[in-house]
């Protein structure tokens, strides 16, 4: 028995002990209000018989005087369940009655009172009995009472109904802590042993679900969600790692190869100077990978930024535009705009402008470049955009050999860089970043197929428009996705 | 120009100090934002180099205090956060120009340069630029080389505006691509060097002394050769 079963144990031993004490201490309560009530009814019905009878001997006395009174007395004490008298002279004398032994000063009180009393007969014990004392001329006292046999009675059932219903309650404590030991303590116990699982490294694990739909299942299917959230970031995580550790490392590793080889070889101030040149080179690449990634963990962190502002998309897209026109004319690819002046959006023009310069650097590189055939079309890069209701949809369109629907999710995480274009310039994190930046505007970025070629779609949300954008749909990311 | 430059990092520092002195430079060096304000309200530097993160005054207050006290040296604010939201509280507190760090030297002397250039007060803006045989008139749009006109694209007119506006300085990519394009990004591909060899294929092809030159490892700078 591990530790934390003991636990439960305890725990349910506790919760037997509590249910007890609760319904003990509530049968107690009700039965005394009851043994009370029922008293009251008793004592209030002996009260009434004793003044009736009393009322009786007092009609006695004063039609037949004291013979009358002695006879009656005499006559009712014979009576089976016969009540209790008691007459005495002025100097306290008994005259008549079946009461002995009776304190004196009871003689002297008035009303009702309960008093010990032996009765004159055979078996003669202390009993209980209530009785009033009346006054006669000239100086007698009738004691009339009645013995209260009845109210102990009733208030032993009490007693016992009290003790019946302790055992009762008793095994119904029992009961239950077995039931929350079996049922709901056991559950807690397999959660926890599951969790012990994730916690000692095995983030596969899941939380066992009952089916059952009650809050337990509820939290364990929470916890289960928040466990599945974890592996991805996890594993999106080792992915990045995996990823920057050759990304990094590559140039890393040629920037030292350089230095090293100046070192070992160079013999003149101009082979030094072009190893530095080259360092210096390499190094800024590493700079800008490491600024890019920076930026992408900053929009994965969530929350937004500052330096936003209403500017109008269609100058800053044709300020990329004009940026890459000359290089792309080199290239022989047509890029155009085309978009309905003024557009105007919130958000960091800045970092749109890098996202917009990003999707056309790579629809330069891999789509308008590749895989094109002497008497192809000339090749071609739209950049338009539009409002689509409360949205903004910025699409940069190329007519290269697009991306396979399979890898459309998968080219807007980090470092991705699809089959055969690994061996290009690049750090293959524009299409992240581009990501990145659209989930800091509240937005997303969406692979389309633009038959033939690559559609990428900026959603953001237009000035004024809340945030919130519908549900994104395939190839979206909305999320980050890491596999 | 007398330079002041205020980082806590006395490596920088150092480094910054014998780079600006080999160019030709007077540097004072201060390690706190104390110790810099005061140096800085003495007043005679051209331009300050003030560093985001300081002891006993941060950056951005201290360059706010100057502000405050009317003090109008130029300020280059460095900086290791390279956000792009902290380059814009960089200049909203007062700054004049922001680099982030890691950066090339050439590219923060090309700028400290080009800040220092902005000092004569109340002197009436120049409208026309004049390199050499190369006139560029900023009312009129017009450039001329020899008296010959020369037909330019709006993007290519301000690019030679202010190559023109910072003559016989090194003006960097990221410079141009800052004042010409109004973005701050680096980006992917040398985009910035087809454009100016296009410029120049237009003010230089047809005449023998060329006047927009590379400077390698730095960036471009237009001046009379002749001289």
């Known amino acids: 028995m591990t530790a934390l079963a003991k636990l439960f144990r305890a725990t349910a031993f506790r919760l037997a002990l509590a249910i007890l004490a609760v319904s003990s201490v509530g049968a107690g309560v009700v039965l005394a209000i009851i043994a009370w009530q029922v008293v009251a009814v008793v004592d209030e019905e002996i009260a009434r018989t004793i003044d009736a009878e009393a009322k009786g001997l007092t009609d006695a006395f004063n039609h037949d005087g004291l013979v009358g009174l002695y006879s009656s007395i005499e006559a009712r004490k014979r009576q089976p369940g016969a009540s209790l008298y008691l007459l005495t002279d002025p100097a306290g004398e008994s005259l008549a009655g079946n009461v002995e032994q009776i304190p004196l000063e009871v003689l002297e009180r008035q009303g009702f009172i309960v008093v010990n009393y032996r009765t004159n007969g055979p078996g003669d014990r202390v009993r209980q009995a209530l009785v009033r004392i009346y006054k006669l001329p000239p100086g007698f006292l009738l004691l009339v009472g009645h013995d209260l046999g009845d109210r102990a009675r009733i208030e032993g059932v009490m007693v016992r109904a009290l003790a019946v219903s302790l055992v009762f309650f008793a095994a119904l404590a029992a009961l239950g802590a077995l039931f929350v030991a079996r049922n709901v303590l056991k559950r807690i116990d397999d959660i926890n042993t599951s969790a012990q699982g994730v916690m000692a490294g095995d983030l596969t694990g899941r939380l066992p679900v009952s089916g059952s739909g009650d809050e337990l299942d509820r939290l364990a299917e929470s916890l289960n969600a928040m466990l599945k959230r974890i592996g991805v970031l996890m594993q999106g995580l080792r992915e990045v790692s995996d990823n920057i550790a050759h990304d990094l490392r590559t140039p890393l590793t040629r920037l030292r190869n350089h230095a090293e080889a100046a070192l070992a070889y160079g013999d003149d101030p101009a082979a030094y100077r072009a190893a530095l040149e080259k360092t210096i080179e390499e190094s800024d690449a590493l700079i800008k990978i490491f600024n890019a990634l920076l930026l992408i963990a900053r929009a994965e962190a969530g929350g937004g930024i500052d330096g936003q502002t209403a500017f109008d998309l269609a100058e800053a897209a044709r300020a990329v535009a004009d940026l890459y026109e000359p290089i792309a004319e080199e290239e022989g690819v047509d890029l155009a705009v085309d978009i309905d002046a003024p557009l105007t959006v919130r958000g960091n023009r800045e970092l749109i402008g890098q996202t917009i310069a990003n999707l056309v650097d790579n629809a330069l590189k891999y789509g308008a470049m590749s895989g094109r055939h002497p008497g192809d079309p000339k090749p071609s890069i739209v950049v338009s955009a539009r409002r689509v209701g409360d949205a903004v949809e910025l699409v940069v369109a190329d007519r290269g050999p697009g991306v396979p629907p399979e890898d459309r999710k998968r080219v807007l995480d980090r470092f991705v860089r699809l089959e055969g274009s690994r061996s290009r310039p690049g750090s293959g994190l524009g299409l992240s970043l581009a990501a990145a930046v659209a989930r800091m505007h509240g937005g997303r970025v969406e692979l389309a197929d633009n038959a033939p070629g690559l559609r990428v779609r900026v959603i953001l949300p237009a000035e004024h428009a809340p945030p919130a954008l519908p549900a994104p749909v395939s190839g979206s990311v909305h999320e980050p996705v890491a596999g | ?227």
């Open chain 2, 1 to 227: 120009m007398r330079i002041l430059i205020i980082e806590d990092d006395r490596d920088a520092a150092a480094y910054l100090t014998k780079a600006f002195k080999e160019a030709g430079h007077v540097v004072d060096v201060a390690h706190d934002g104390v110790t810099g304000y005061d140096m800085a309200l003495e007043g005679g530097y051209e331009v300050a180099i003030v560093d985001r993160m300081l002891p006993k005054m941060d950056g951005l207050t201290l360059i706010g205090a100057l502000r405050g006290q009317k003090n109008e040296t130029p300020i280059l604010i460095l900086s290791a956060l390279g956000q792009v939201d902290d380059r814009v509280k960089g200049l909203r507190a007062g700054g004049d120009d922001y680099l982030a760090k890691p950066y090339a030297f050439s590219e923060l002397l090309a700028r400290v340069e080009t800040l220092a250039r902005r000092r004569p007060a109340g002197a009436p803006e120049e409208t026309v630029y004049r390199v050499g045989d190369l006139t560029l008139d900023r009312l009129s749009h017009k450039v001329t080389r020899r008296g010959e006109e020369i037909v330019l694209q709006p993007r290519e007119f301000r690019l030679l505006e202010y190559l023109m506006q910072n003559a016989g300085k090194v003006v960097t990519r990221t410079m141009l691509l800052e004042h010409v394009w109004d973005y701050h990004f680096d980006p992917q591909t040398n985009v910035i060097d087809v454009h100016v060899s296009r410029l120049r294929a237009k003010i230089d092809r047809d005449f023998d002394a060329p006047l927009l030159t590379t400077v390698r490892g730095a960036g471009y700078m237009i001046r009379d050769g002749a001289r």
